[in-house]
């Protein structure tokens, strides 16, 4: 049954990729959240016998695996050539995901102990996106229940904000906001829709298994234990490093790769989360993720507004924050604007580079002494 397990949640992810790219109806609906829901409907079924122990185990695994992936098709120097109002935009994201974090930990901190963990993941994850958050979660070795329910809450409130960018986000930003005059041309980027080389596909998983290890060896080096914390920021560390080896950064299918991994990663997590436990007990992590998440996305739109950012490079860049590069073409697409794609999916990966970053900063920050 474990065998069966783990392979269902290897080849559900290709299904459902499949299903949202043929059917019209579906397209718009992102493949994480999909995985999500198709996972908490199995996890909640009394008729499908789910181990949650592998299913959490796989979870774990998952994340250090994929940051690697993710990072190699980094481009930092593609980044600082953007337009100068696309990079400042998202540094506008950065700042209001940090000010909103701080801000929830000075408001909730007499509801839980763990209010500094959750505010460095809330800013992992809306400045990088889901991995981000994991890693930040397991390395501040934070309740296992609390790090599921953010990530319910995120995905819930997630897909709220993504129906706003897709329906009247354009309509209601450009009232305030100038409109999109400055085009943005880079020729080319990381991620292709080429069909990838499966030796150097190969290579790519086999060097973040690698780095996964060296990340582990040098825990132990300095502290004579697994502490997860080293692990994540060193892993992102190496990630960044190989991203700027012009080989690895030009592997074609790294980044979808990584991307399949975190798709694995919210199918198996999402077989985790108990209905009944999440009404139950989950109000204050929803109320403190919506805070965070709400304040964050008001904060950047004002800042965006003092700084006469347009409303085209103020939603993308808001995408990249809060989703990350995935949600940036179907954002793109429906705020009919495709010169934003490169530096919306630019922003998004320099996210996820910097996510683990701030998170751990954040959260030692407000650690209580």
Known sequence: ???L?????????????????????????????????????????KFIPID?????????FTVPLAIPLILFSTDFKRWLGLARKTIISFILVVVGAITSSVL?????????DEYW???????????????????????????????????TADAILGGIYFLF????????????????????????????????????LFFALFLSLVFVGISVGISFLFTSRLEVSIVMLVLTTLGIVASFVGRIR?????????QYVILIFSLAIGTTINFSEMVSSSSVIFMYTAFVMTM??????????????????????STAGIFGPAFIGPVAERIKNREVIVSGLTCGLVGYAIGNYLGFAVAWLLMPR
Not at 52 to 60: D, G, H, M, T
Not at 142 to 147: A, G, K, Q, S
Not at 250 to 258: D, M, N, V
Not at 304 to 314: C, E, G, Q, S
């Open 5 to 45: 397990q783990v392979l269902f949640f290897i080849v559900t992810p290709f299904l459902i990729t499949k299903l949202v790219g043929k059917s019209k109806k579906l397209n718009f609906l992102s493949p994480i959240l999909l995985c999500y829901v198709v996972g908490m409907i199995l996890g909640n079924s």
């Open 250 to 258: 030009k592997i074609e299918g790294t980044y979808e790769a990584g």
């Open 165 to 200: 960018l897709v329906t009247g986000a354009k309509w209601l930003v450009s009232k305030f906001l100038p409109a999109f005059s400055e085009s943005v041309f880079i020729p080319e980027f990381a991620i292709t829709k080429e069909k990838p080389n499966r030796l150097g």
């Open 1 to 3: 049954m474990q065998i």
């Open 104 to 112: 929830a930990a000075t408001l909730f901190s007499g509801l839980f």
């Open 117 to 151: 963990k959750l505010s460095g993941m809330l800013v992992g994850v809306y400045t990088g996106g889901t991995p981000n958050l994991m890693a930040i979660g397991m390395g501040l070795k934070i309740d296992e229940e609390t790090l599921i329910l953010t990530n």
């Open 52 to 60: 949650k122990k592998l299913a959490l185990s796989i979870s774990e």
């Open 296 to 317: 964050a996305i008001l904060i950047h739109f004002l800042l965006a507004f003092l700084f006469r950012i347009d409303v085209d490079t103020t939603i993308i860049t």
